[in-house]
C-alpha cells in the first residue's frame, strides 16, 4: 500500500455557487474543538448532513462540498436536485453527478446552512475501500472561508475558532505567519526545490488532501525535470479515473523558513492533469507529508498560514517500498476463542469419558473482520519479483492473520527500514501460497 493508501485531490470543472451561508457558532460559543481521525496523512472529520452524520475527507484543494458513498445511509435528504457533470484528476471520463442545495452542515458548537453539496451517483466511485474507514465526502473552500482553522496532527484534533483580531493574536504568539494567497478558492504558496542541482522556484496548492509531500508538474515549467533516478507509479484516484506518474528524491524542498531535506516528490504524467484548472504560475502541489510536521492555521479572510513546528518535523520522508496498493475487499466473520473469569463452584467438577477434567473457561465468539486484497502491484517492485498479482487476497502479513490489522498498519509496515523481510501468505484461485520479499530502497 503507498504511504498515503491512496492520494485524493479532487477539483471540480463546474462554476461555483456564490451565497452560501458562513459556518456560524452557537450563542456562546467561540471556538468548537473536533476530533479527527488521521490516515496516511489524510484529514478526516464528523460532520452532520441534514441531520445525518457522515465522514468527510478534509480538502484544501477542492471548492465545494462533494458526497458519494451514500449506499449506507439512505436516511440523508436532499433538496433542490439537478443533474450534471464532474471531472478532475484522472485520465478517463467525466462522472454523472448531482448539485443539491438548501443543505444544513452541522458540527457540535457550529453550523452552515443554504449549503451546496455536490452527489456523485456511482457507487463505484469509493474511498472507503482504499482508506479503511468509511469516507462519505469531501470538503474543502466552504469549511475553511470565514473562520480560522487549526489542524493539530499530533493531537488529532481541528479547532475553529472565529476570526477576530484577539484569536489572530493568541495565534500569533504562538506560531511563525507567512502570507499566502486565495485564488479561485484555494490556498497557494511560493517554495523553493532544488532539484537536478537547479533551484526553481515554485508555486504550489497547499492541498491538505494530498497526502504526499510535494507533486510537480514538469510539462508545465522547463525547469522541472525528473531526476534520472526514478519509478513510475500509480499516485492516486481522482474523479476522472487513475492518476499515474513517476516518483524521485529531490536534495531540498523549502518554503518560508523552513527546509525539508530528500523529500520524495511526485511527477505526474500530463494526461492525469488535463482537465485541472490551473491558476496562474502554479507548478504543483505541496501535500500531508509536508503538513503533518506543523501544526496548521488557515486564516482564509487574511491570506495568512500560520505554521508551529511538532516532533514530526525532522523525521526522515519515506514511501512503501514494498510496491503493493492494499484495498479493502469486504468483511468476513471470524470465530475467536475467549477465555472467561469464572469461580470454581464446590460440587460442579466434571470429567469426560477418558477421565479429563472438563472446564467451562472459554467461549467462542464472532466478530466481522476486514479482508485485503491486492489492488495494484508497482513494476519491478519487491512484490512483483516474487510473483504476486493483482487480486490476491492476504491472508497473513509475518505470520500474523491481516486482519489483525488495520489499513493504516499494513501501510506503516510497508515503509519500514530496507532489508526488513516481508512474508505473506495469500489466496488465489482458492489455493493457498506463500510469497518474502525484502523491502528495498529503489531511490
Given at each position: 500500500?503507498?504511504?498515503?493508501?491512496?492520494?485524493?485531490?479532487?477539483?471540480?470543472?463546474?462554476?461555483?455557487?456564490?451565497?452560501?451561508?458562513?459556518?456560524?457558532?452557537?450563542?456562546?460559543?467561540?471556538?468548537?474543538?473536533?476530533?479527527?481521525?488521521?490516515?496516511?496523512?489524510?484529514?478526516?472529520?464528523?460532520?452532520?448532513?441534514?441531520?445525518?452524520?457522515?465522514?468527510?475527507?478534509?480538502?484544501?484543494?477542492?471548492?465545494?462540498?462533494?458526497?458519494?458513498?451514500?449506499?449506507?445511509?439512505?436516511?440523508?435528504?436532499?433538496?433542490?436536485?439537478?443533474?450534471?457533470?464532474?471531472?478532475?484528476?484522472?485520465?478517463?471520463?467525466?462522472?454523472?453527478?448531482?448539485?443539491?442545495?438548501?443543505?444544513?452542515?452541522?458540527?457540535?458548537?457550529?453550523?452552515?446552512?443554504?449549503?451546496l453539496i455536490y452527489v456523485i451517483l456511482d457507487q463505484s466511485f469509493n474511498l472507503s475501500s482504499q482508506i479503511g474507514i468509511p469516507?462519505?465526502?469531501?470538503?474543502?473552500?466552504?469549511?475553511?472561508?470565514?473562520?480560522?482553522?487549526?489542524?493539530?496532527?499530533?493531537?488529532?484534533?481541528?479547532?475553529?475558532?472565529?476570526?477576530?483580531?484577539?484569536?489572530?493574536?493568541?495565534?500569533?504568539?504562538?506560531?511563525?505567519?507567512?502570507?499566502?494567497?486565495?485564488?479561485?478558492?484555494?490556498?497557494?504558496?511560493?517554495?523553493?526545490?532544488?532539484?537536478?542541482?537547479q533551484k526553481v522556484q515554485v508555486k504550489l496548492l497547499i492541498d491538505i488532501g494530498n497526502s504526499d509531500s510535494v507533486w510537480l508538474?514538469?510539462?508545465?515549467?522547463?525547469?522541472?525535470?525528473?531526476?534520472?533516478?526514478?519509478?513510475?507509479?500509480?499516485?492516486?484516484?481522482?474523479?476522472?479515473?487513475?492518476?499515474?506518474?513517476?516518483?524521485?528524491?529531490?536534495?531540498?524542498?523549502?518554503?518560508?523558513?523552513?527546509?525539508?531535506?530528500?523529500?520524495?516528490?511526485?511527477?505526474?504524467?500530463?494526461?492525469?492533469?488535463?482537465?485541472?484548472?490551473?491558476?496562474?504560475?502554479?507548478?504543483?502541489?505541496?501535500?500531508?507529508?509536508?503538513?503533518?510536521?506543523?501544526?496548521?492555521?488557515?486564516?482564509?479572510?487574511?491570506?495568512?498560514?500560520?505554521?508551529?513546528?511538532?516532533?514530526?518535523?525532522?523525521?526522515?520522508?519515506?514511501?512503501?517500498?514494498?510496491?503493493?496498493?492494499?484495498?479493502?475487499?469486504?468483511?468476513?466473520w471470524v470465530k475467536e476463542t475467549v477465555r472467561l473469569e469464572t469461580v470454581p463452584i464446590s460440587g460442579a467438577i466434571t470429567f469426560?469419558?477418558?477421565?479429563?477434567?472438563?472446564?467451562?473457561?472459554?467461549?467462542?465468539?464472532?466478530?466481522?473482520?476486514?479482508?485485503?486484497?491486492?489492488?495494484?502491484?508497482?513494476?519491478?517492485?519487491?512484490?512483483?519479483?516474487?510473483?504476486?498479482?493483482?487480486?490476491?487476497?492476504?491472508?497473513?502479513?509475518?505470520?500474523?492473520?491481516?486482519?489483525?490489522?488495520?489499513?493504516?498498519?499494513?501501510?506503516?509496515?510497508?515503509?519500514?527500514?530496507?532489508?526488513?523481510?516481508?512474508?505473506?501468505?495469500?489466496?488465489?484461485?482458492?489455493?493457498?501460497?506463500?510469497?518474502?520479499?525484502?523491502?528495498?530502497?529503489?531511490?
Open positions: 500500500m503507498k504511504k498515503k493508501c491512496v492520494f485524493f485531490l479532487l477539483l471540480l470543472t463546474i462554476i461555483p455557487v456564490f451565497g452560501q451561508d458562513s459556518f456560524v457558532f452557537d450563542k456562546g460559543v467561540e471556538k468548537v474543538s473536533i476530533p479527527i481521525k488521521l490516515i496516511n496523512n489524510l484529514v478526516f472529520v464528523p460532520i452532520k448532513v441534514n441531520g445525518v452524520e457522515l465522514n468527510f475527507l478534509l480538502d484544501t484543494g477542492v471548492e465545494e462540498t462533494i458526497l458519494f458513498s451514500l449506499e449506507d445511509n439512505p436516511k440523508v435528504n436532499f433538496f433542490n436536485s439537478e443533474k450534471i457533470t464532474l471531472r478532475g484528476l484522472g485520465s478517463e471520463d467525466a462522472i454523472e453527478g448531482l448539485k443539491t442545495t438548501n443543505n444544513i452542515l452541522d458540527l457540535d458548537g457550529v453550523k452552515a446552512t443554504r449549503q469516507v462519505n465526502g469531501i470538503i474543502g473552500y466552504q469549511f475553511f472561508k470565514d473562520n480560522l482553522v487549526r489542524i493539530d496532527y499530533t493531537s488529532k484534533r481541528i479547532i475553529v475558532y472565529k476570526n477576530d483580531d484577539l484569536n489572530q493574536k493568541k495565534i500569533e504568539r504562538k506560531f511563525d505567519k507567512m502570507t499566502i494567497t486565495i485564488e479561485k478558492f484555494k490556498p497557494y504558496l511560493i517554495g523553493k526545490v532544488d532539484i537536478n542541482e508538474f514538469q510539462n508545465l515549467s522547463d525547469q522541472i525535470k525528473v531526476p534520472a533516478k526514478n519509478f513510475d507509479d500509480f499516485l492516486g484516484k481522482g474523479f476522472s479515473g487513475d492518476i499515474e506518474g513517476k516518483r524521485a528524491r529531490i536534495s531540498n524542498f523549502s518554503f518560508d523558513k523552513f527546509t525539508f531535506k530528500s523529500p520524495i516528490v511526485a511527477f505526474p504524467d500530463s494526461s492525469s492533469i488535463k482537465n485541472v484548472r490551473m491558476v496562474k504560475n502554479r507548478v504543483g502541489s505541496i501535500g500531508g507529508e509536508i503538513l503533518k510536521r506543523f501544526s496548521v492555521v488557515f486564516d482564509y479572510k487574511n491570506a495568512q498560514l500560520y505554521l508551529k513546528k511538532n516532533g514530526d518535523f525532522n523525521d526522515h520522508f519515506s514511501y512503501n517500498k514494498s510496491g503493493i496498493e492494499i484495498k479493502h475487499n469486504g468483511i468476513q469426560d469419558n477418558e477421565g479429563n477434567r472438563i472446564t467451562n473457561d472459554f467461549k467462542y465468539k464472532f466478530q466481522l473482520k476486514p479482508i485485503y486484497e491486492i489492488a495494484n502491484i508497482r513494476k519491478n517492485s519487491a512484490a512483483a519479483k516474487c510473483g504476486l498479482q493483482v487480486g490476491d487476497l492476504i491472508l497473513k502479513v509475518n505470520k500474523t492473520a491481516a486482519y489483525n490489522y488495520s489499513l493504516q498498519k499494513l501501510n506503516e509496515m510497508f515503509k519500514l527500514h530496507e532489508d526488513k523481510w516481508i512474508y505473506l501468505e495469500i489466496q488465489r484461485n482458492n489455493e493457498v501460497l506463500k510469497f518474502a520479499f525484502q523491502l528495498v530502497d529503489d531511490l
